[in-house]
């Protein structure tokens, strides 16, 4: 069955503490490569049957009221998974 | 600056309540298209430079390790984005 796939970020002016801690981790771990990390979510929508043009619209308006806090979040991507 | 974006889903047999939550919220909002929904996590890793093999190598294991629990949760995608 297709999915939608909701990326939802902090804003880049928003101050996110769990990134923080994993870059300050990351190196203590032996990863030296990395400069700054960011943690976002992830939402998987599962769609019965075809998704249509409605349906996109309708996980579109869902990620920017419901999946994400448009105060301190981007949703960053919306895109179909088959 | 590159960045390297890790996807983390829990793993389909995990219970996941935050997804449960959200799907029992869609409809009540009126979006009625979704039969299940899954949350995860994005990590976004900015690297300065240049994405050697070396570098994606590193996230890729950084990834199994700190940025997902192997016992609940699988990394479903690691990949380059400029």
């Known amino acids: ?6 990326d939802v970020m902090p804003k880049p002016e928003i101050l996110d503490p769990q990134g923080k ?3 300050g981790a990351l190196p203590r771990l032996g990863f030296d490569a990395f400069s ?4 976002g979510k ?3 929508l599962t769609v019965d049957g075809e998704v249509t043009e409605a349906i996109l619209a309708q996980a579109k308006e869902a990620a ?3 999946l994400s806090n448009p105060v301190i979040e981007d949703v960053v991507n919306v895109e179909v998974q088959d």
């Open 36 to 39: 700054s990390v960011r943690q």
């Open 21 to 23: 801690a994993i870059v």
């Open 1 to 6: 069955m297709p999915r939608i796939i909701v």
């Open 64 to 66: 920017a009221t419901l």
């Open 42 to 44: 992830r939402f998987e």
